[in-house]
C-alpha cells in the first residue's frame, strides 16, 4: 500500500485499517516470540504500513486546522 492510496481514504477508514495493522503486528510479534513466523519481512512491512497511516493522519489534522 503506497501513500496515494491511503490520502484518497477517509479518516475513519484510516483508522479500522491502523486498527487492523496493530492487530497483525501483534499476532506476528507473537509468531516471532515462539518461532512459528514464516514470513519475518511481513513485520517490516506492517511497520511501515502503520507509520504511512499515521503520517497521512497527521497531514489530514495539519490541514484542517
Not at 3 to 14: I, P
Not at 47 to 58: G, M, Q
Amino acid at each position: 500500500m503506497n501513500a496515494s492510496e491511503l490520502r484518497q481514504k477517509t479518516k475513519e477508514e484510516l483508522n479500522s485499517m491502523l486498527l487492523d495493522l496493530s492487530r497483525e503486528q501483534f499476532n506476528l510479534k507473537m509468531q516471532k516470540a515462539t518461532g512459528q513466523l514464516s514470513k519475518p519481512d511481513q513485520v517490516k512491512k506492517v511497520r511501515r504500513d502503520i507509520a504511512r497511516i499515521h503520517t497521512i493522519l497527521r497531514e489530514m489534522a495539519s490541514t484542517a486546522s
